[in-house]
């Protein structure tokens, strides 16, 4: 089509896929019934404990999803890395539910974690994919699809945020069943219908992320920030930055800066930071502060309603609507795809096929 990579094509496909994700589970402000098969909501009833098994971008969405889980619906999360659940002695705690994700279905190590799973005692198996015909399909209790369509680029771009839409429906129905209130369920199952529109929104900040990128080409290290939902944002920021440009990024949350990282911050080293409009807003200033105070070159993407300014700092400010918390974390992953990127692109690399690496890691 009109594009030069099929990783930017498929950044501009979200607004369509998220709401693929989100068409016919959604009936204004509640959850159709059955989205997860039939019958599935006596097994999710009892649902007192889920453990998250994923790889790569996949493991990051479900870092999110702990968030929700444990501030929305109330029930305790656990989220591991497939490939070291699979060798580990696990203890499950009672009335679990093991949820993989994978945008193909087939990564070897998450296969392995599900067929481990059924001898630990689990109540059932549900799996968040892309791909209908996958062995994760097949072989898992409950499957809710995620509708990205084709993703051809190696990094992972629409995959991420149409995971975190299936995820969030599901983090709805389990707090519904979990008692949560009429009012507050309402409003948030009207929080995510919006996604599709503030995901739009932040892609008009192409442009913008395009001119930044250009002040990234010749470093060789990078870091992200981020606090409580967003952390794992930060972590999926630095991965598509390492993934498809070779710069060397790290994601950190920001309140561990102290604890080693900020011996990295100097005027060679950007840190990007996101900067959501909620409670943790102070906390991450304080944060920024410190790497101000050592002379970073700080790059903020915040939400437009938060009062932020770098001062006579290097760097950069990008405002975006991320909507409200509960939809924050897929909003500001966009403008970090974007900016990886533009980088990549900039530095002459191979976009769509980064070296070394597999779109569907089949082996171990």
Known sequence: GEYRHYMLKEIFEQPRAVADTLEGRIAGDHILPNIFGVDSDALLKRVRHVQIIACGTSYHAGM???????????????????????????????DSLFLAISQ????????????ESRRHGYLGSFAICNVPESSLVRESDLVLM??????IGVASTKAFTTQLTALALLVL???????LDKARYAQL???????????????????????????????????????G???????????????ISYIHAEGYPAGELKHGPLALVDEDMPVIAVA?????????????????????????????RVEISN?????????????????????????????????????????DQPRNLAKSVTVE
């Not at 501030?71 to 580990?88: F, M, T």
């Open 64 to 94: 999110v999803a702990r968030y929700w889980l444990e501030a929305i619906a109330g029930i305790p999360c656990s989220v591991e890395v497939a490939s070291e659940y699979r060798y580990r002695k696990a203890v499950v705690p009672a």
């Open 276 to 304: 959501p409009n909620n409670e943790l807003l102070e906390k991450l200033k304080s944060n920024l502060e410190e790497v101000r105070a050592r002379g970073g070159e700080l790059f903020v993407i915040a939400d437009t």
């Open 189 to 227: 199952v009207n929080d995510l219908s919006s996604l599709p529109r503030h995901v739009a929104d932040a892609l008009e900040h192409a442009p913008a992320l395009a001119e930044l990128a250009e002040q990234f080409v010749q470093k060789n290290h990078a870091l992200f920030l981020g606090r």
């Open 146 to 151: 995620t509708r990205a369509g084709p993703e």
């Open 104 to 115: 193909s279905g087939e990564t070897a190590d998450t296969l392995a974690a599900l067929r």
């Open 173 to 179: 129905e389990l707090a519904r069943m979990n008692g």
């Open 229 to 243: 939902a967003n952390y794992p944002v930060a972590l999926e920021g630095a991965l598509k930055l390492k993934e």
């Open 311 to 351: 001062g006579d700092s290097r760097g950069a400010i990008i405002r975006i609507d991320s909507g409200n918390d509960f939809i924050a974390p897929a909003v500001f992953t966009i403008p970090l795809q974007l900016l990886a990127y533009h980088v990549a692109v900039l530095r002459g690399t191979d976009v």
